[in-house]
C-alpha cells in the first residue's frame, strides 16, 4: 500500500508541477494576439509595448541560473511556492493594471517568477522520478509545455475579444492556486546534498549584471554601433568575464563550470541552444508567410500552425518513452535534421505552394521539435550529480533562451535586409527574405547536429547501459 501511495502521489507531484510549468508557457504567448487592444486602452507607444514583451524576456533569462541555484540551496519545494505567489500576484497586478509602465513592471516580476517555475518545475521532476521513469515524466512535462505554447496566441485572441485583455493575465490566478494545492500534498522537499553549500553572493552580482545588459543587447537588436549598444557589449564583456574568473575560484560556485568539461552536458545545450535558435526565428516569419503571401486570416493562420506546436505536445509523452528504451542521444540528432529538412522544404514556399506540401514541412518542423525538446533536458540533468540539478536546469534553459535571442537577432536582421531588396513586387522581395532566412536556419542546425553528433559518439551506448542500470538498481531495490 504504501509502495502504491508512493507511485501516485509522485504523479500527482508531476501534475502539479506541470501546472505551474504551463502556465509559464501560455504567458510567454499569450500576450501577443492582446497587443492592439492593450495599445488602444492603455494609449501605449510601440516602443513601450516591446518592452511587455521585452521585459519578460529580459528577467526570465537574467534570473534562471540564480534561481536555479537558491532552489538548490533553499529548497526546490519552497523555492517553487515562492515563484508560484509571486507569479499569481504579479498576474493580479497586470490585470488590474491602468498604466503601460505598471503592467511593464508586473511583467517583469512574472519574468522573474517564470525562472523558478522553468527550473524547479525540471528539477522536481528529476529529483522525484528515477532515471527509468524520467524520460517519460520529462515527455508529459514538455507536452503540457507544448500545449501551453499552441494554445497561448489563440487563448489571448479569445480572452481578450470576448473578456477584455485584463483577463489574460486574470485567469492565471485560480490556476496558481490550483497548482500550489496539488503540490502541497504531493512534492517532496529536495535541496543539494554539497557540504557547506552556500550562494555566491559577489558571482550573483556579476551575473545581475552581465546577464540582464547581454539580454538588452539582444532585444534591442540594430543599432550596433550606437554608444549604448557598445556601451552594453562592454558591460557584458566586463561582467561576465569577471563572472568566469571569480566562478573558478570560490568553493560553492552559482555555476559550476565543471559541468561544462562533460561532453553530455555540453550536447545537450548544444541541441536546446539550436532548437530555441530554429523556432523562434521560424515561429516571427511564419505567421507573416500565411499572412502576406498566402492571404490567410488570424484564425487560419493559427489552424495552419498548430501541426507545429501540436505535434511537439502530442509527440512528447512517446517521445519521452523511447528515451527511456533507447537513450536521449539518437532521438536528438534525428530532430536536428528533421529540422534542417523543415528548413530546407520552407525554403521552396512560393505564391503557389500546395497545401499538403506546406502542411508537411510544419509537421516535420513539430517533430524536430518534439524529438528535441524533452531529450535535451533529459540528457543534460541525467549527465550531472543530482544535488546540482537545478543549477543544471538554469544553466540549460538561460542558454537555450539566448539560443533564440541570438537567433531572433540575426534571422530578423536577415529578413529584413535581404527582404528590402529590390524586386519587381514587394511579395517577390519577401519571398527573398523568407528563403535567405530558411537556407540560415538550415545551415545553423546542420553545424548544430554535427557538434552534437561529435560531443556523442559513445553517448548512445552510455545511455542505454545508464537506463539498463537504473532498472537494474530498481529490481534489486524491489522497485
Same mark, same amino acid.
Not at 509502495?3 to 504551463?22: H, M, N, T
Not at 505598471?102 to 512574472?110: N, S
Not at 533507447?326 to 529540422?339: E, N, Q, S, V
Given at each position: ?100 509602465? /505598471? ?28 532515471? /527509468? ?19 497561448? %496566441? ?39 546534498? &554539497?557540504? *557547506? ?14 546577464? %540582464? ?24 564583456? !566586463? ?110 514556399? *512560393? ?35 543530482? &544535488? ?7 544553466? !540549460? ?24 531588396? %529590390? ?45 539498463? &542500470?537504473?532498472?537494474?538498481?530498481? &529490481?534489486?531495490?524491489?522497485?
Amino acid at each position: 500500500m504504501g509502495v502504491f501511495a508512493q507511485q501516485q502521489r509522485k504523479w500527482w507531484a508531476l501534475l502539479g508541477v506541470s501546472i505551474a510549468s504551463f502556465l509559464g508557457c501560455v504567458d510567454f504567448t499569450i500576450v501577443n494576439t492582446a497587443l492592439p487592444a492593450l495599445q488602444a486602452d492603455l494609449g501605449a507607444s510601440l516602443d513601450s509595448l516591446q518592452w511587455v514583451i521585452n521585459g519578460f524576456i529580459l528577467a526570465l533569462s537574467s534570473f534562471m541560473v540564480l534561481v536555479g541555484r537558491l532552489a538548490d540551496l533553499q529548497g526546490r519545494k519552497r523555492v517553487l511556492f515562492i515563484g508560484l505567489s509571486v507569479f499569481g500576484l504579479a498576474s493580479l497586478a497586470a490585470g488590474l493594471a491602468g498604466q503601460i509602465e /505598471t503592467l511593464i513592471g508586473a511583467r517583469v516580476l512574472q519574468g522573474l517568477a517564470c525562472a523558478v517555475l522553468y527550473t524547479a518545475s525540471g528539477a522536481i521532476v528529476s529529483s522525484t522520478f528515477d532515471s /527509468t521513469e524520467q524520460g517519460k515524466a520529462f515527455g508529459v512535462l514538455f507536452g503540457v509545455n507544448g500545449v501551453g505554447l499552441a494554445v497561448g %496566441p489563440v487563448l489571448g485572441g479569445l480572452i481578450t475579444s470576448g473578456f477584455g485583455w485584463q483577463w489574460i493575465f486574470l485567469i492565471n490566478v485560480p490556476f496558481v492556486l490550483l497548482s500550489l494545492a496539488i503540490c502541497s500534498f504531493s512534492v517532496q522537499e529536495s535541496r543539494s546534498t &554539497e557540504v *557547506d553549500a552556500r550562494l555566491d553572493v559577489w558571482g550573483a552580482l556579476l551575473l545581475l549584471i552581465g546577464l %540582464p545588459s547581454l539580454v538588452l543587447v539582444i532585444v534591442q537588436g540594430g543599432g550596433w554601433g550606437s554608444s549604448l549598444t557598445l556601451s552594453l557589449i562592454a558591460v557584458t564583456v !566586463l561582467a561576465l568575464g569577471a563572472f568566469l574568473v571569480l566562478e573558478k575560484r570560490v568553493a560553492a560556485p552559482i555555476i559550476d563550470l565543471q559541468l561544462f568539461a562533460n561532453r553530455r552536458f555540453v550536447a545537450a545545450v548544444a541541441a536546446s541552444f539550436g532548437l530555441a535558435l530554429f523556432y523562434c526565428v521560424a515561429f516571427f516569419v511564419m505567421p507573416l508567410y500565411l499572412a502576406q503571401i498566402r492571404g490567410e486570416t488570424l484564425q487560419a493562420s493559427g489552424l495552419l500552425l498548430l501541426p507545429t506546436t501540436l505535434g511537439v505536445a502530442l509527440l512528447s509523452p512517446l517521445v519521452g518513452r523511447l528515451v527511456d528504451r533507447r537513450g536521449p542521444a539518437l532521438l536528438i540528432k534525428a530532430g536536428l535534421l528533421l529540422l534542417v529538412l523543415s528548413a530546407l522544404l520552407q525554403a521552396g514556399f *512560393d505564391r503557389q505552394t500546395s497545401l499538403p506540401y506546406l502542411l508537411g514541412a510544419f509537421v516535420i518542423m513539430g517533430l524536430g521539435w518534439a524529438s528535441i525538446l524533452g531529450p535535451s533536458t533529459v540528457l543534460g540533468i541525467s549527465s550531472v550529480p543530482q &544535488e546540482v540539478g537545478s543549477v543544471a536546469m538554469g544553466s !540549460l534553459m538561460t542558454l537555450h533562451n539566448v539560443g533564440g535571442g541570438i537567433g531572433l537577432a540575426l534571422g530578423v536582421g536577415l529578413f529584413h535586409h535581404f527582404s528590402a531588396t %529590390p524586386l519587381d513586387d514587394t511579395q517577390g522581395a519577401f519571398l527573398n527574405g523568407y528563403r535567405v532566412v530558411m537556407v540560415f536556419l538550415a545551415g545553423v542546425t546542420l553545424a548544430v547536429w554535427a557538434v552534437v553528433s561529435v560531443l556523442l559518439r559513445k553517448s548512445p551506448a552510455l545511455a542505454r547501459g545508464a537506463v539498463q &542500470e537504473g532498472r537494474a538498481v530498481a &529490481e534489486e531495490s524491489g522497485g
